[in-house]
């Protein structure tokens, strides 16, 4: 069984940053697959970024060069570096993992929201 626990969420304005940070505990052999997706209002939920356990990153169209993933697998760590937010960054942002042998975790979720 994985925990995953997500920080960093918060109200931010237009323009302005923020960190997300989930770190994975328990059992398990490995962590495979990092990721974050997002959940809008009525909206269905989608990826932002994911990483590999290699390192190999993959991002959402509309927030690449503005988000960066990365991990750091000694803590079982991974964190979005948010810039340049915009009203539609607004959403829950979930924190999802996969691990070997294969089963795949979800955190509780952390709120974003960009406005003025």
């Known amino acids: 069984q994985v925990q995953l626990v997500e920080s960093g969420g918060g109200l931010v304005q237009p323009g302005g940053s923020l960190r997300l940070s989930c770190a994975a505990s328990g059992s398990f052999f490995v962590i495979n697959v990092m990721a974050w997706y997002r959940q809008a209002p009525g909206k269905q939920r989608e990826l932002v970024a994911s990483?590999?356990?290699?390192?190999?990153?993959n991002y959402k169209a509309s927030v690449k060069g503005r988000f960066t993933i990365s991990r750091d697998n000694v803590k079982n760590t991974v964190y979005l570096q948010m810039n340049s937010l915009n009203p539609e960054d607004t959403a829950v942002y979930y924190c999802y993992t996969s691990t070997r042998p294969y089963k795949e975790y979800w955190g509780q979720g952390t709120q974003v929201t960009v406005s003025s």
């Open positions: 990483v590999s356990s290699t390192g190999t990153t």
